[in-house]
């Protein structure tokens, strides 16, 4: 086990009522995750991996959007959403 784990989870203990139950939810999010990811094919492995690349690459350009752009793009996803859903 990473020594830095240990280490928490020895302090665990001293913490909060409140504090362990959070650490609880954040370790029981954690394990839901990794079971789910160790379920998927390796092919669909390799299509999150490669998609994650390509949202860190994304992040590292940076955006030049305006909230109002945000916005409008938004919107209109929204709209056709709604559309299709109608069946218009």
Partial sequence: MNKRLQTLLDRIPTWSEEAQNDAVMALSDIEE????????????????????????????????YTDKEVEASISASLDAWEQKRNGA
């Avoid at 990811?37 to 690459?57: F, G, H, V, Y």
């Fill in 33 to 64: 995750k990794f079971r789910i990811l160790r379920s998927l094919s390796p092919e669909d492995q390799a299509k999150l991996a490669a998609l994650r690349e390509e949202i860190n690459q994304a992040i590292e350009r940076g955006g030049s």
